[in-house]
């Protein structure tokens, strides 16, 4: 869990990386409680069939640019259409898209793109 404080030492955000949630806190000037706590957590939106594929050896080259939307966007990968097991591809990006050098195997890969986006969960 990652911490985040003040320059007076009040805890703004408990982030916890592995899973996209957290906690930020509000609190009023010359105060020693915080005023309300914000839970949020990461959601992953699918926004449809913009997916494209072409090929490049070694690369698969995905692009996403019919999205109208803004990122960040995760790449999924999976053995599976069902995408029972994904592997997500590197960090969220802003970029549309991805190159994964996969040509040279023989598996067969199945893709899918998620607008990543925090949402608040509870207000306390």
């Not at 690369?59 to 599976?80: A, E, I, K, Y």
Request: hydrophobic letters at 30%; a negative charge.
């Amino acid at each position: 869990t990652l911490y985040f404080y003040d320059t007076e030492g009040k805890l703004l955000e408990e982030y916890l990386p592995a899973t996209g949630e957290g906690k930020d806190y509000v609190w009023l000037p010359n105060t020693y409680e915080p005023l309300a706590r914000v839970d949020f957590t990461l959601a992953d939106t699918d926004d449809g069939n913009v997916l494209k594929n072409t090929k490049s050896s070694p690369n698969v080259h995905l692009d996403w640019s019919l999205d109208t939307t803004s990122g960040p966007f995760v790449v999924q990968r999976s053995t599976s259409f069902t995408f029972s097991n994904p592997v997500y591809l590197g960090p969220s990006q802003s970029a549309k898209t991805f190159d994964d050098a996969v040509l040279n195997n023989a598996t067969n890969y199945a893709y899918r793109i998620y607008r990543r986006t925090l949402t608040d969960v509870q207000n306390h």
